[in-house]
């Protein structure tokens, strides 16, 4: 009950418990007072009683004790002792003897003690005859005290307690309900019933004055009015916006394209449905996608850029980019973005618009230009096709002619492949200007663009018209060569045109030019950079304003009914737009017209990175590859071709006997190379088939000219590499070489362990140029250092360093892996356990120069499991390493050819022939080539100091280990003469011939003093 009562009242339940614990608290507190009050007053009235007893009794106790009247002084301390609350009575005489009557109680310090002395006058003086102490307990009293406490105690208490009951009462009557009145009022009270008004049941009178119940009531209800007025401000700005975000979205929604707001963060925050809808997301993914995932991966750097650069320069961007729908397909949109600020963080409105349609007119115009251009070039493509035919056909007459003279043989028949080169150039030209593809871009050097297309266009525009070339820049621009080539035969035939009835000059010219915020051009809007000004220049008839403002339109043209369809210059206006160009027209009636193009010049560093490095030396191969055309005399210029390359060749002129042949034994070849266009099975079903019997497989595919597969098709369905024919015996096999070697490739951490610094620079090299992680270690003792901190998939072991050389090592790491004795050498050398090469097989290849039988049989003895031969090239190493990766190593079986006799001193120039040997093996430019080659220099006077020294001493061994070394540093350079002269030199220190050693030292030093004496 109390508990029901204390949660429905809690504010009552503690007022009365407070009033309750007041009033005992006062009740006690005042009867306490009473009680000392009473006990202190019975204390004096005690103490003013012994006074009196003083007064009463002391010259009757002087007299008696003068008299020495002990009966009397007995008497007289019994009625001391007499009087109430007196327990004891002393009585001490001059003498010092004490008379007591009673008993002293044991607590002296609760008495109240009254004494004085006792004296005789004499004749003046005052005769002391002792000293009385009276000794009072209120025993008594105490008792009287503590019956009247507890009347008392009572009577205030209660009357306490009628006086809180009487306030509790009042309190409950007066005010509890009104509060509780109050609360209810709060609780229950709603949106609906803001406007409801507050009010107690009270009596009062007309004239009293509000209490606080009243001013609690009247805030309340004045709050409720002003939370009200509040409320339905809110409800109407709450429509309102309810009413422009339903306005805003139905705007944003209804837009064309896509719109979207980014944070910094490049994150959406504001969108719409038709943004949502292309990649395929929910409204709720929508919110903070990083659109950047939308955008196809080659545009997401440069789009991103574009972005960052905007929240920097807070300028609006237009930019061009391709968006991944759902399902995959790539989209073009245009974007214009602007910068906003909103609450100090920055934001970006972009608004992307569909190309697609635009794209396919521009297309359409694309394809009607390019064939009008085409036409207007026919006969000039025609003259130089027919001045290509005359050169092969004239240089393999001469041929004939001259076959029994094999230096002119050589250069009528290369004069001949010169040709065909080039007309399957000017064959690939007409195609990509006949078809409707979407072009890429790329790194282009314009000026040979320029040269290009001039030589076209001579043999097309009379010679009336004189042609002036002025190329004074070879910079670079991200364009792509057809649509350049395009903008050049639009303009000059335009200038042609203009100039065909008086002749004149047409001058095409190429420089760089700075454009800063100074500079005052025409309608020039270009960012400040570097650009390249492509200008165009004839001296014919000229256009007056009003045609100038027209030229660019599509299908506006002065010239006659079935001259031209006016989209040359609508076509020239958007490639130059899309390359983020400018162009500018200027020209007056009878003096001519000048086109102006401007493009950004690409940085040096890209420009550098896009050059192709050309090698000289074709590769080879062993691989087995089967070979598919229905042509006999292309298959058996191919066949040939890659057999003497080293490959193994099994042909078919039929496609369904190729694939019946594969699909008996598939794992008989390494790549399969076929035609396009072939009867029964064409190529592109043929490599599908073949692929799917051995998925693994790399197809390449050659065509003359296909509608059904380009270049960017072949690679999406599979194929691994796509060819147009004719094809270049170096482009053949250069394309296989990379397609086999890409075949599997897996990215190796090697262990270098070689002591010459030339050997280390020239295997990393190759090694990394291949993807390659490398490792060097200076000799043996570091090689099983390193082997035992990390892990490595093949090491590169050179035979003899110092220290430990590389037998022993091989020696060591293969008792590590199968737990033979010498692991214990492992521990040794390295400080560590060899158990984390227990049950492994870490492959190793021996470097040297030396692969005659005994250097075969020490390797295989240590455990090597294949051999690196110098000279090092790209192909040796990468076929080692192909073998390692594929874990099917085997010791190689080439032979070395024999020394006979000590060979004369060369004529040629060793140090120029070494330059022109590494430039063969070595993709390097001039600057590298030379610091290699100084290196090389420097390990060889060295190595020369060293022998010259090891002769004096007499020590044989230190000499053919030095021999062994140069002779790896001589063959890397391509000396010959000077590898046989070491190899020589080598077998004479093992025979400890002094003499013949001596004479070897000096012929090799001859042979190498061009080199000694090369800075």
């Not at 390449?700 to 059904?708: A, D, N, R």
Request: aromatic share 6%; glycine share 6%; with cysteine.
């Amino acid at each position: 009950m109390v508990n029901s009562i204390f949660k429905q009242y809690p504010l009552l339940f503690k007022l009365v418990c407070y009033v309750l614990g007041f009033s005992l608290f006062v009740a006690i507190s005042l009867s306490a007072i009473q009680l000392w009050l009473a006990y202190t007053g019975e204390l004096a009235k005690i103490q003013e009683q012994l006074a009196e007893l003083r007064v009463s009794h002391e010259s009757s106790l002087v007299n008696n004790l003068w008299n020495m009247d002990n009966e009397g002084l007995d008497i007289q301390l019994n009625s001391i002792l007499d009087i109430p609350d007196v327990v004891a009575v002393e009585l001490e005489d001059s003498e010092g003897k004490i008379v007591r009557r009673g008993e002293l109680p044991d607590d002296l310090s609760r008495c109240v003690i009254e004494n004085f002395s006792l004296k005789k006058q004499l004749k003046e003086k005052n005769l002391s005859l002792g000293q009385v102490t009276i000794y009072a307990f209120p025993t008594e009293l105490k008792k009287r005290l503590w019956q009247e406490v507890p009347v008392s105690l009572m009577a205030d208490a209660i009357a306490l307690l009628l006086t809180g009951a009487f306030v509790l009462i009042l309190f409950l009557v007066k005010y509890n309900r009104h509060i509780n009145r109050i609360a209810e009022f709060a609780q229950n009270l709603d949106v609906e019933d803001i406007g409801k008004q507050l009010t107690l049941d009270r009596r009062k009178n007309g004239d009293s004055q509000p209490d606080e119940l009243d001013r609690i009531v009247r805030s309340i209800n004045e709050m409720q009015s002003r939370v009200n007025d509040q409320i339905q401000a809110q409800l109407q700005t709450a429509k309102r916006l309810q009413r422009e975000i339903a306005f805003s979205d139905a705007i944003i929604n209804s837009l064309p394209g896509i719109f979207v707001v980014f944070n910094e963060e490049l994150k959406t925050v504001l969108f719409n449905e038709s943004f949502a809808e292309k990649p395929g997301l929910k409204n709720s993914e929508s919110n903070g996608f990083l659109f950047l995932q939308s955008v196809v991966p080659e545009d997401q750097k440069r789009f991103e850029k574009i972005l960052q650069g905007v929240f920097t320069d807070k300028k609006s961007v237009t930019i061009e980019l391709q968006l991944l729908s759902a399902n995959e397909k790539r989209i073009p949109y245009l974007f214009n973005g602007s910068y906003f600020l909103l609450e100090e963080q920055g934001y970006i409105i972009a608004l992307g618009t569909n190309l697609t349609e635009q794209k396919k007119m521009e297309n359409m115009l694309n394809q009607a230009q390019q064939m009008e251009a085409i036409g207007t070039l026919a006969g000039g493509i025609a003259h130089d096709f027919n001045n290509i035919l005359s050169s092969i056909m004239g240089n393999l007459q001469l041929a004939q002619i001259v076959k029994n003279d094999p230096e002119k043989l050589d250069n009528y028949l290369q004069s001949g492949v010169d040709a065909s080169i080039r007309a399957k150039h000017l064959i690939a030209q007409i195609l990509t200007m006949g078809r409707n593809e979407q072009l890429d871009k790329q790194s282009l050097q314009v000026s040979l663009i320029v040269e290009e297309t001039m030589s076209l266009l001579r043999a097309t525009i009379p010679t009336t018209i004189y042609f002036k070339q002025v190329i004074e820049s070879n910079g670079y621009i991200w364009a792509n060569a057809t649509q350049m080539q395009q903008i050049l035969l639009n303009l000059c035939t335009n200038a042609y045109h203009a100039m065909q009835d008086s002749g004149g000059v047409l001058t095409v010219s190429l420089k760089e030019e700075q454009i800063t915020k100074n500079q005052h051009l025409p309608a020039f809007d270009l960012p400040e950079g570097k650009y390249i000004k492509l200008e165009i220049t004839d001296t014919g008839c000229g256009m007056d304003n009003k045609t100038c403002k027209m030229i660019f339109e599509p299908y506006y043209t002065t010239k006659e009914k079935g001259s031209g369809t006016g989209l040359g210059l609508a076509v020239v206006h958007g490639i130059v737009q899309s390359h983020e160009g400018h162009i500018t027209v200027y020209s007056e009636p009878g003096k001519g017209t000048i086109f102006r193009l401007y493009f950004p010049l690409l940085s040096d560093s890209v420009q550098d990175a896009d050059i192709d490095i050309i090698e000289d030396v074709f590769p080879r191969g062993t691989e087995r590859l089967l070979l598919v055309d229905d042509e006999e005399e292309i298959l058996s210029v191919y066949s040939e071709l890659l057999r003497a390359h080293g490959y193994l060749i099994k042909s078919f002129s039929n496609s369904l006997d190729a694939l019946n042949h594969f699909r008996k034994n598939p794992s008989a070849y390494d790549l399969v190379l076929t035609d396009m266009t072939m009867p029964n099975l064409s190529g592109d079903i043929l490599g599908q088939k073949i692929m799917q019997i051995m998925p693994d497989i790399p197809v390449i595919i050659c065509t003359g000219f296909s509608k059904v597969m380009e270049s960017g098709d072949s690679l999406a369905a599979g194929f691994a590499a796509y060819l147009t024919k004719p094809v270049e015996a170096g482009e053949l096999l250069f394309t296989i070489r990379k397609v086999l070697d890409a075949k599997g490739f897996k990215s190796l951490k090697v262990l270098l362990a070689d002591d010459d610094p030339y050997n280390q620079k020239v295997v990393t090299m190759l090694l990394q140029a291949q993807g390659h992680q490398v490792c060097v270690a200076e000799n043996g003792k570091i090689c099983l250092q390193k082997i035992s901190s990390q892990d490595f998939d093949v090491v590169f072991m050179d035979m003899q360093m110092p220290e430990l050389d590389g037998l022993q090592a091989t020696t060591i790491i293969r008792a590590c892996e199968t737990g033979g004795e010498k692991q214990l050498e492992f521990d040794k050398f390295t400080g560590k356990s060899s158990k984390k090469l227990y049950g492994k097989h870490i492959p190793v290849i021996a470097m040297t120069g030396n692969l005659d039988e005994e250097s075969r049989q020490q390797c295989k003895e240590a455990g090597m499991d294949d051999f690196l031969a110098k000279p090092f090239t790209i192909q040796t190493v990468s076929g080692i390493l192909a073998r390692v990766a594929k874990q099917s190593i085997v010791l190689t079986e080439e032979g070395t050819p024999a020394f006979s006799e000590i060979i004369e001193e060369e004529k040629t120039n060793l140090a120029e022939s070494s330059l022109n040997h590494l430039r063969q093996k070595y993709p390097l430019n001039d600057e590298q080539l030379q610091q290699l080659l100084s290196e090389s220099v420097l390990s060889i006077r060295q190595s020369i100091q060293e022998i010259e020294e090891t002769l004096v001493q007499g020590d044989f061994p230190t000499l053919a280990g030095k021999a062994h070394k140069i002779k790896g540093v001589v063959m890397g350079l391509g000396a010959e003469n000077c590898v046989e002269l070491c190899r020589e030199l080598e077998k004479s220190a093992k025979k400890s011939d002094h003499e013949r050693s001596t004479t070897i030292v000096g012929k090799l030093k001859q042979l190498l003093r061009s080199l000694l004496e090369y800075k």
